[in-house]
Protein backbone atom coordinates (compact mmCIF):
# COMPACT_ATOMS: atom_id res chain seq x y z
CA UNK A 1 0.00 0.00 0.00
CA UNK A 2 1.16 3.62 -0.86
CA UNK A 3 1.49 6.10 1.49
CA UNK A 4 -1.17 8.29 0.73
CA UNK A 5 -0.71 11.60 3.28
CA UNK A 6 -0.48 14.82 1.53
CA UNK A 7 -0.16 18.39 3.61
CA UNK A 8 -1.98 21.27 3.36
CA UNK A 9 -0.02 23.90 5.51
CA UNK A 10 -0.07 22.34 8.95
CA UNK A 11 -2.74 20.30 8.41
CA UNK A 12 -2.25 15.97 7.52
CA UNK A 13 -4.78 14.49 5.60
CA UNK A 14 -4.52 10.61 5.62
CA UNK A 15 -5.21 10.90 1.93
CA UNK A 16 -5.71 13.81 -0.54
CA UNK A 17 -9.54 13.01 -1.65
CA UNK A 18 -11.78 15.79 -0.02
CA UNK A 19 -15.24 16.40 -0.66
CA UNK A 20 -15.97 19.93 -2.35
CA UNK A 21 -18.39 22.22 0.02
CA UNK A 22 -21.25 22.46 -2.51
CA UNK A 23 -24.20 20.16 -2.78
CA UNK A 24 -22.68 16.92 -2.03
CA UNK A 25 -22.97 18.30 1.72
CA UNK A 26 -25.71 19.90 1.44
CA UNK A 27 -26.25 19.26 4.99
CA UNK A 28 -24.40 17.60 8.17
CA UNK A 29 -25.75 14.33 7.29
CA UNK A 30 -24.07 14.49 3.83
CA UNK A 31 -21.27 15.62 5.32
CA UNK A 32 -20.91 12.41 7.89
CA UNK A 33 -21.77 10.09 4.67
CA UNK A 34 -19.36 11.89 3.02
CA UNK A 35 -16.71 11.03 6.12
CA UNK A 36 -18.01 7.43 6.25
CA UNK A 37 -17.72 6.88 2.78
CA UNK A 38 -13.94 7.19 2.97
CA UNK A 39 -13.41 11.47 2.53
CA UNK A 40 -10.46 12.79 4.54
CA UNK A 41 -11.99 15.82 6.13
CA UNK A 42 -15.81 16.77 7.25
CA UNK A 43 -16.64 19.34 5.07
CA UNK A 44 -19.45 21.81 5.30
CA UNK A 45 -21.51 23.58 3.05
CA UNK A 46 -20.73 26.96 2.52
CA UNK A 47 -23.23 29.56 5.20
CA UNK A 48 -23.20 32.98 5.59
CA UNK A 49 -24.44 35.81 7.44
CA UNK A 50 -27.36 36.44 5.24
CA UNK A 51 -27.49 33.73 2.72
CA UNK A 52 -28.76 35.41 -1.05
CA UNK A 53 -32.49 34.45 -1.83
CA UNK A 54 -33.00 31.45 -4.26
CA UNK A 55 -32.70 27.88 -4.15
CA UNK A 56 -29.77 25.91 -5.44
CA UNK A 57 -30.42 24.48 -8.89
CA UNK A 58 -28.77 21.47 -10.86
CA UNK A 59 -29.76 20.09 -14.47
CA UNK A 60 -27.07 16.95 -15.29
CA UNK A 61 -25.08 18.02 -18.46
CA UNK A 62 -24.29 14.79 -19.72
CA UNK A 63 -23.02 11.48 -18.39
CA UNK A 64 -20.78 13.16 -15.48
CA UNK A 65 -21.62 16.97 -15.94
CA UNK A 66 -23.90 19.36 -14.24
CA UNK A 67 -25.14 22.83 -15.01
CA UNK A 68 -25.78 24.85 -11.70
CA UNK A 69 -26.07 27.74 -9.00
CA UNK A 70 -25.14 26.51 -5.87
CA UNK A 71 -26.00 28.85 -3.30
CA UNK A 72 -24.61 28.76 -0.09
CA UNK A 73 -26.81 27.28 2.81
CA UNK A 74 -30.26 28.93 2.81
CA UNK A 75 -29.55 28.84 6.90
CA UNK A 76 -28.45 31.99 8.39
CA UNK A 77 -24.82 31.48 9.80
CA UNK A 78 -26.28 32.48 13.47
CA UNK A 79 -28.72 30.01 13.23
CA UNK A 80 -26.46 27.09 12.01
CA UNK A 81 -23.86 28.07 14.24
CA UNK A 82 -26.76 27.36 17.22
CA UNK A 83 -28.05 24.17 15.29
CA UNK A 84 -25.01 22.35 13.25
CA UNK A 85 -21.46 23.13 14.03
CA UNK A 86 -21.61 21.84 17.52
CA UNK A 87 -23.00 18.08 16.44
CA UNK A 88 -20.43 18.80 13.54
CA UNK A 89 -17.34 19.20 16.01
CA UNK A 90 -18.60 16.06 17.72
CA UNK A 91 -19.04 14.07 14.82
CA UNK A 92 -15.69 15.50 13.27
CA UNK A 93 -13.47 14.60 16.67
CA UNK A 94 -15.05 11.02 16.96
CA UNK A 95 -14.19 9.98 13.68
CA UNK A 96 -11.04 11.81 14.39
CA UNK A 97 -10.96 14.03 11.02
CA UNK A 98 -10.13 17.72 10.43
CA UNK A 99 -13.30 19.87 10.02
CA UNK A 100 -13.14 22.62 7.60
CA UNK A 101 -16.57 24.67 7.35
CA UNK A 102 -16.72 27.14 4.21
CA UNK A 103 -17.35 30.61 4.81
CA UNK A 104 -18.54 33.85 2.84
CA UNK A 105 -18.15 36.30 1.04
CA UNK A 106 -17.55 39.85 2.32
CA UNK A 107 -14.73 40.70 4.88
CA UNK A 108 -16.89 41.71 7.63
CA UNK A 109 -19.44 38.82 7.08
CA UNK A 110 -16.06 36.12 7.04
CA UNK A 111 -14.58 38.05 10.27
CA UNK A 112 -17.86 37.49 11.76
CA UNK A 113 -17.89 34.06 11.19
CA UNK A 114 -14.01 32.82 11.68
CA UNK A 115 -14.05 34.34 15.23
CA UNK A 116 -17.07 31.80 15.97
CA UNK A 117 -15.40 29.03 15.15
CA UNK A 118 -12.27 28.06 16.87
CA UNK A 119 -12.38 24.68 16.82
CA UNK A 120 -12.07 24.52 12.89
CA UNK A 121 -8.98 22.78 11.71
CA UNK A 122 -8.58 24.62 8.63
CA UNK A 123 -11.00 27.37 7.34
CA UNK A 124 -12.68 27.38 3.45
CA UNK A 125 -13.16 30.79 2.33
CA UNK A 126 -15.63 30.52 -0.81
CA UNK A 127 -15.33 33.69 -2.90
CA UNK A 128 -18.48 32.30 -4.76
CA UNK A 129 -20.21 35.60 -4.46
CA UNK A 130 -17.46 37.87 -3.52
CA UNK A 131 -16.08 41.09 -5.49
CA UNK A 132 -12.71 40.20 -6.43
CA UNK A 133 -11.31 43.59 -4.91
CA UNK A 134 -12.09 42.18 -1.75
CA UNK A 135 -10.64 39.11 -1.59
CA UNK A 136 -7.10 40.65 0.34
CA UNK A 137 -9.13 42.10 2.64
CA UNK A 138 -11.57 39.11 3.54
CA UNK A 139 -8.32 37.00 4.19
CA UNK A 140 -6.58 39.45 6.46
CA UNK A 141 -10.01 39.61 7.76
CA UNK A 142 -9.99 36.35 8.98
CA UNK A 143 -6.47 36.36 10.06
CA UNK A 144 -7.26 39.01 12.57
CA UNK A 145 -9.55 36.50 14.23
CA UNK A 146 -8.42 33.06 13.55
CA UNK A 147 -5.41 31.28 13.75
CA UNK A 148 -6.92 28.38 11.96
CA UNK A 149 -4.99 27.81 8.05
CA UNK A 150 -7.01 29.50 5.19
CA UNK A 151 -7.74 28.01 2.12
CA UNK A 152 -9.23 30.56 -0.39
CA UNK A 153 -11.27 28.73 -3.02
CA UNK A 154 -10.35 30.74 -6.80
CA UNK A 155 -12.60 30.28 -10.03
CA UNK A 156 -12.28 32.11 -13.52
CA UNK A 157 -15.21 34.29 -12.85
CA UNK A 158 -13.15 36.07 -10.86
CA UNK A 159 -10.75 36.87 -14.21
CA UNK A 160 -8.70 34.46 -16.27
CA UNK A 161 -5.47 35.51 -14.59
CA UNK A 162 -6.18 33.03 -11.14
CA UNK A 163 -2.20 32.75 -11.33
CA UNK A 164 -1.98 36.90 -10.88
CA UNK A 165 -4.75 36.49 -8.30
CA UNK A 166 -3.31 33.70 -6.35
CA UNK A 167 0.22 35.80 -6.22
CA UNK A 168 -1.65 38.74 -4.96
CA UNK A 169 -3.36 36.44 -2.20
CA UNK A 170 -0.52 34.25 -1.32
CA UNK A 171 1.12 36.13 1.54
CA UNK A 172 -2.77 36.09 3.25
CA UNK A 173 -3.99 32.37 2.18
CA UNK A 174 -2.37 28.84 3.40
CA UNK A 175 -3.68 26.81 0.43
CA UNK A 176 -5.71 27.19 -2.86
CA UNK A 177 -8.64 25.68 -4.50
CA UNK A 178 -9.39 25.74 -8.03
CA UNK A 179 -11.72 25.94 -9.85
CA UNK A 180 -15.04 23.53 -8.57
CA UNK A 181 -17.14 25.11 -11.17
CA UNK A 182 -16.41 27.38 -14.81
CA UNK A 183 -19.00 29.75 -15.57
CA UNK A 184 -21.65 31.53 -15.93
CA UNK A 185 -22.54 29.44 -19.31
CA UNK A 186 -26.30 29.16 -20.74
CA UNK A 187 -27.32 26.24 -22.03
CA UNK A 188 -30.97 26.23 -23.72
CA UNK A 189 -33.27 23.18 -25.05
CA UNK A 190 -33.57 23.47 -28.86
CA UNK A 191 -37.28 21.40 -28.43
CA UNK A 192 -38.50 23.15 -25.53
CA UNK A 193 -36.59 26.63 -24.78
CA UNK A 194 -39.18 27.63 -22.05
CA UNK A 195 -37.84 24.44 -20.40
CA UNK A 196 -34.45 24.79 -20.17
CA UNK A 197 -31.99 25.01 -17.09
CA UNK A 198 -30.39 28.55 -18.55
CA UNK A 199 -27.61 30.11 -17.43
CA UNK A 200 -25.81 28.47 -14.55
CA UNK A 201 -22.20 26.64 -13.56
CA UNK A 202 -20.80 24.20 -15.61
CA UNK A 203 -18.63 21.32 -12.81
CA UNK A 204 -17.72 17.90 -13.43
CA UNK A 205 -15.72 15.62 -16.37
CA UNK A 206 -16.55 18.80 -19.27
CA UNK A 207 -14.62 21.42 -16.99
CA UNK A 208 -11.61 18.88 -16.30
CA UNK A 209 -8.93 19.45 -18.99
CA UNK A 210 -10.26 23.46 -18.15
CA UNK A 211 -9.51 22.90 -13.79
CA UNK A 212 -6.20 21.54 -15.18
CA UNK A 213 -4.73 24.42 -16.91
CA UNK A 214 -5.61 26.53 -14.01
CA UNK A 215 -4.14 23.89 -11.73
CA UNK A 216 -1.39 24.45 -13.32
CA UNK A 217 -0.75 27.69 -13.54
CA UNK A 218 -1.72 27.95 -10.06
CA UNK A 219 1.17 25.24 -9.19
CA UNK A 220 4.03 27.06 -11.11
CA UNK A 221 3.17 30.50 -9.98
CA UNK A 222 2.48 29.74 -5.88
CA UNK A 223 4.34 27.57 -3.37
CA UNK A 224 1.67 27.46 -1.21
CA UNK A 225 -0.50 24.08 -1.83
CA UNK A 226 -2.90 23.19 -4.45
CA UNK A 227 -6.61 21.86 -3.82
CA UNK A 228 -7.79 20.61 -7.70
CA UNK A 229 -11.40 20.64 -8.35
CA UNK A 230 -13.06 20.33 -11.35
CA UNK A 231 -14.06 16.94 -12.73
CA UNK A 232 -12.11 14.58 -9.99
CA UNK A 233 -13.91 10.98 -10.48
CA UNK A 234 -11.36 8.68 -10.55
CA UNK A 235 -7.96 7.83 -9.04
CA UNK A 236 -6.33 8.45 -12.02
CA UNK A 237 -8.06 11.90 -11.93
CA UNK A 238 -5.91 12.95 -8.68
CA UNK A 239 -2.97 11.26 -10.40
CA UNK A 240 -3.32 13.58 -12.76
CA UNK A 241 -3.91 16.71 -10.35
CA UNK A 242 -0.60 15.95 -8.48
CA UNK A 243 1.01 15.54 -11.42
CA UNK A 244 0.12 19.06 -11.84
CA UNK A 245 1.16 20.01 -9.02
CA UNK A 246 -1.65 19.70 -6.59
CA UNK A 247 -1.37 18.55 -3.37
CA UNK A 248 -4.80 17.70 -2.69
CA UNK A 249 -8.35 17.29 -4.73
CA UNK A 250 -12.02 18.61 -4.00
CA UNK A 251 -15.00 16.11 -5.25
CA UNK A 252 -18.49 17.80 -5.71
CA UNK A 253 -20.30 16.53 -8.38
CA UNK A 254 -18.60 12.48 -8.64
CA UNK A 255 -20.34 12.39 -5.27
CA UNK A 256 -23.80 14.09 -6.26
CA UNK A 257 -23.42 11.32 -9.35
CA UNK A 258 -22.38 8.31 -7.96
CA UNK A 259 -22.83 8.73 -3.91
CA UNK A 260 -21.04 9.58 -0.58
CA UNK A 261 -19.02 5.96 -0.82
CA UNK A 262 -17.24 7.52 -3.94
CA UNK A 263 -14.19 9.98 -1.96
CA UNK A 264 -12.97 6.03 -0.47
CA UNK A 265 -13.42 4.64 -3.49
CA UNK A 266 -11.01 7.73 -5.33
CA UNK A 267 -8.75 7.28 -2.81
CA UNK A 268 -7.99 3.59 -3.12
CA UNK A 269 -8.06 3.71 -6.81
CA UNK A 270 -5.08 6.32 -6.19
CA UNK A 271 -3.44 3.73 -3.92
CA UNK A 272 -3.78 0.97 -6.72
CA UNK A 273 -2.44 3.27 -9.15
CA UNK A 274 0.50 4.56 -6.96
CA UNK A 275 0.90 0.91 -6.17
CA UNK A 276 0.81 -0.21 -9.83
CA UNK A 277 3.84 1.97 -10.79
CA UNK A 278 6.18 1.49 -8.28
CA UNK A 279 5.53 4.46 -6.26
CA UNK A 280 5.66 4.74 -2.73
CA UNK A 281 3.79 7.68 -2.27
CA UNK A 282 1.55 10.38 -3.48
CA UNK A 283 4.45 13.01 -3.23
CA UNK A 284 6.03 10.63 -5.49
CA UNK A 285 4.19 11.82 -8.66
CA UNK A 286 3.49 14.98 -7.47
CA UNK A 287 4.97 18.01 -9.77
CA UNK A 288 6.18 15.36 -12.14
CA UNK A 289 4.52 16.76 -14.93
CA UNK A 290 5.84 20.56 -13.85
CA UNK A 291 9.42 19.17 -13.15
CA UNK A 292 9.14 17.92 -16.78
CA UNK A 293 7.56 20.18 -18.79
CA UNK A 294 10.55 22.43 -16.83
CA UNK A 295 12.99 20.33 -18.93
CA UNK A 296 10.61 20.97 -22.45
CA UNK A 297 9.52 17.09 -22.17
CA UNK A 298 5.83 16.20 -22.89
CA UNK A 299 5.86 12.69 -20.98
CA UNK A 300 3.96 12.48 -17.84
CA UNK A 301 4.90 9.46 -16.52
CA UNK A 302 8.15 6.90 -16.93
CA UNK A 303 5.83 4.34 -17.79
CA UNK A 304 5.26 4.91 -22.17
CA UNK A 305 1.83 3.61 -22.94
CA UNK A 306 0.11 3.03 -26.40
CA UNK A 307 -3.14 1.74 -27.52
CA UNK A 308 -3.59 -2.22 -28.08
CA UNK A 309 -6.15 -3.68 -30.36
CA UNK A 310 -8.77 -6.52 -29.24
CA UNK A 311 -9.09 -7.81 -32.68
CA UNK A 312 -12.37 -9.65 -32.02
CA UNK A 313 -14.47 -6.12 -30.72
CA UNK A 314 -13.27 -4.43 -33.38
CA UNK A 315 -16.07 -3.82 -36.62
CA UNK A 316 -13.10 -2.24 -39.19
CA UNK A 317 -15.31 0.87 -39.02
CA UNK A 318 -11.58 2.81 -39.69
CA UNK A 319 -12.86 5.56 -37.31
CA UNK A 320 -9.56 5.42 -35.30
CA UNK A 321 -7.21 6.55 -38.30
CA UNK A 322 -9.46 9.37 -39.18
CA UNK A 323 -9.06 10.64 -35.72
CA UNK A 324 -5.42 9.90 -35.04
CA UNK A 325 -3.61 13.39 -35.93
CA UNK A 326 0.10 11.57 -35.40
CA UNK A 327 -0.34 8.68 -38.44
CA UNK A 328 -0.12 6.58 -35.97
CA UNK A 329 -2.80 4.19 -37.14
CA UNK A 330 -3.28 2.56 -40.76
CA UNK A 331 -7.20 1.23 -40.81
CA UNK A 332 -7.76 0.86 -44.35
CA UNK A 333 -11.47 -0.43 -45.21
CA UNK A 334 -12.66 -3.58 -44.19
CA UNK A 335 -9.04 -4.63 -42.71
CA UNK A 336 -8.28 -4.83 -38.36
CA UNK A 337 -6.34 -1.67 -38.05
CA UNK A 338 -2.44 -1.47 -37.30
CA UNK A 339 -0.78 0.35 -34.75
CA UNK A 340 2.87 2.02 -34.72
CA UNK A 341 3.89 2.90 -31.15
CA UNK A 342 6.82 5.11 -32.47
CA UNK A 343 4.66 8.55 -33.54
CA UNK A 344 2.05 7.49 -31.23
CA UNK A 345 1.42 10.49 -29.02
CA UNK A 346 -0.98 8.67 -26.28
CA UNK A 347 -3.57 11.38 -26.90
CA UNK A 348 -5.61 8.66 -26.09
CA UNK A 349 -8.22 10.10 -28.58
CA UNK A 350 -8.48 6.63 -30.66
CA UNK A 351 -9.40 5.31 -27.38
CA UNK A 352 -12.11 7.70 -26.92
CA UNK A 353 -13.24 7.21 -30.05
CA UNK A 354 -13.67 3.68 -30.36
CA UNK A 355 -17.53 3.14 -30.72
CA UNK A 356 -16.91 -0.86 -29.49
CA UNK A 357 -14.37 -0.34 -26.73
CA UNK A 358 -11.60 -2.27 -29.04
CA UNK A 359 -8.61 0.40 -28.22
CA UNK A 360 -6.69 0.58 -25.18
CA UNK A 361 -3.71 1.45 -23.48
CA UNK A 362 -1.01 -0.70 -22.52
CA UNK A 363 2.60 -0.53 -21.91
CA UNK A 364 4.52 0.12 -24.91
CA UNK A 365 6.79 -2.81 -24.51
CA UNK A 366 3.79 -5.05 -25.01
CA UNK A 367 2.37 -3.02 -27.35
CA UNK A 368 5.66 -3.86 -30.18
CA UNK A 369 5.36 -7.08 -28.64
CA UNK A 370 1.35 -7.68 -30.05
CA UNK A 371 2.93 -5.92 -33.74
CA UNK A 372 6.23 -8.30 -33.84
CA UNK A 373 3.95 -11.24 -33.24
CA UNK A 374 1.97 -10.34 -36.28
S1 LIG B 1 -12.26 2.72 -34.27
FE1 LIG B 1 -12.33 0.81 -33.07
S2 LIG B 1 -13.77 -0.52 -34.20
FE2 LIG B 1 -13.20 1.15 -35.59
S3 LIG B 1 -11.45 0.31 -36.76
FE3 LIG B 1 -10.61 1.42 -35.04
S4 LIG B 1 -10.34 -0.15 -33.47
FE4 LIG B 1 -11.73 -1.00 -34.97
S1 LIG C 1 -3.35 7.59 -28.79
FE1 LIG C 1 -3.51 9.38 -30.16
S2 LIG C 1 -1.55 9.38 -31.26
FE2 LIG C 1 -1.75 7.36 -30.36
S3 LIG C 1 -2.67 6.12 -31.96
FE3 LIG C 1 -4.36 6.90 -30.67
S4 LIG C 1 -5.04 8.78 -31.70
FE4 LIG C 1 -3.02 8.25 -32.52
Known amino acids: MADLRVQLGSLTLKHPVLPGPGPNVAGLADGVAALDGGAAALVLRTVTVAPPGGRSTWAAYGKDGAL ?32 IPSIGYTPDEVAYMAERLPEADALLYDTHHAARGDLAAALQAIRNVSAAPVIVRLAPHHGEDLADLAAELEPHADAFCLIGSFGPTLMINADSPAGSPGIGFLSGAPIRPIAQRFVFEVAQRVAKPVIAAGGIFTGRDVVTALMLGASAVMVSTAAVVKGSSVYGEIAAELDQWLTGHDRASALDVQRAYIRR ?82
Do not use: N
Request: with cysteine; glycine share 6%; aromatic share 8%.
Open 293 to 374: WGHGQRVVTEKEEAPVLSEPDCITCTFCETVCFYDAIKAPAKTLPTIDGDPCFQCGLCVSACPTGALSFAPREQVTLVRKGR
Open 68 to 99: HEAAPSTMPFDAWLDSVWGPAVTAARTARAPL
